[in-house]
């Protein structure tokens, strides 16, 4: 008799665990609006769609402020705060010509770095690296490239942070070929490799 009253008691409890677990799922607090998606309207502007657009990149300067850079016929960056997105200054470099934005970054204290890349003359592509002080660009040394030779090309770069030092990593290609994997640490003054 009790071999049976227990089977009942056992299945009495494998109904209601269930049936309590499935009510407390319905009663979770609702998500944070600071988890949900939120439009980042108005749009960015008119783009030429007749060319590809390549390797968008964004990072966050901080709980309210964005910055999206790509590649159009030249540099596109551009930063989201108070509620629209801004044109901040075109990175230029005296003596430099058709630079474009690469990739944007944010240390973790909300400061911007970019690496531009540009040609030169002799056919290669090196890689300038600035950071965002006070409304302006600040060039952090001298390019970043390996070699000197005649058609090589840095790019494909990706930014990182040692504190607020900037870790940059880049691959280059000399005449069509993989030409190697290349990082550099800003130590303050010079690029360390």
Known sequence: MW???GWIAFAAVVA???ATLVAGRGAQPAAS????????APETGPQDVGLAMTEPTLAAAGSREVWLSWH???AR???WAAGQWTSPPA????GVDGMWVEVVAASPSGRVVVAAAANRDDGASEL???RMIDGAWE???TPLISSREPFTHAHRASIAFVGERPVVAWSEERDANLAGFFVALWDGSSWTR
């Open 72 to 74: 159009e016929n030249d």
């Open 128 to 130: 300038h690296i600035a």
């Open 16 to 18: 209601v665990v269930p």
């Open 33 to 40: 609006a600071e988890l949900c998606w939120r439009s980042l």
């Open 3 to 5: 071999t049976c009253i």
């Open 77 to 79: 960056i551009l930063r």
């Open 139 to 141: 060039w952090l040394g």
């Open 91 to 94: 990175p230029t470099r005296v």
